[in-house]
């Protein structure tokens, strides 16, 4: 697993950030065309998984166009509901849809580094990432952030891209990520830069046997790992314990 010097995190964080300011106009899009729009199902298989509860707290970490941080308020009802992206194009469109459903009065977007979060430990119910643990320097770090700013009992959840461990697939898998990838972003979104970035990122990230165990490094409890379609995904949930800090 691939680890970066501090320069190296700067870099990469910079990069990112430029990345994603770019492709924010089509990013929605692009999610739905990249995953065949299965997207929606694993995150709606995770948010039945999570069942939240009305009245509950939610961050949604590198919440992109809102998409979760939307389905997160809408669940709990009533509960504070924050979305947090170091993006200032990727909340603007997501804005949008916040405001569109009048949910602005429930939900806070913050532009903010999940490096370091801006929240008080033991504040969320739920702390929630979606398909942007790939993209940070240090995935630790912000797993521990996550852990910190959740309450005791409460859940960390990590839904992103995974890495099939079976022939023939693997070898399909990374020939559709490496080379057709970038190239539906050159079409669809005329960015073809970014999009091999995106590949690049996910070819370095942990498989989903390696992200459970980086969960209970971070000092989770009781995590909870789904697959979704021969591993090209995956849900990882994990509980703070009661006697955390």
Known sequence: MK???PKEG???EQHVHAVFENIAPKYDVMNDIISFRRHKAWRAFTMKKMNVQRGQTALDLCCGTCDWTIQ???ATETGAVYGLDFSANMLAHGKTKVDKLGLDKQITLVQGNAMELPF???TFDYVTIGFGLRNVPDYMQVIREMRRVVKPGGKVVCLETSKPSTQPFKG???FYFQKLMPM???MVAKRFEQYQWLSESQASFPDHIQLARM????G???VDVKPFFMGVAALHMGTKGNGHV
């Not at 969960?215 to 971070?218: D, G, K, L, M, V």
Request: charged fraction near 35%.
């Open 72 to 74: 997160l308020a809408q």
């Open 220 to 222: 989770l409890e009781r």
């Open 172 to 174: 399909i898998y990374n």
């Open 215 to 218: 969960f209970e490094e971070a």
């Open 184 to 186: 539906m972003g050159k």
């Open 3 to 5: 680890t970066h010097s």
């Open 120 to 122: 008080e430990d033991n």
């Open 10 to 12: 700067k870099a990469k």
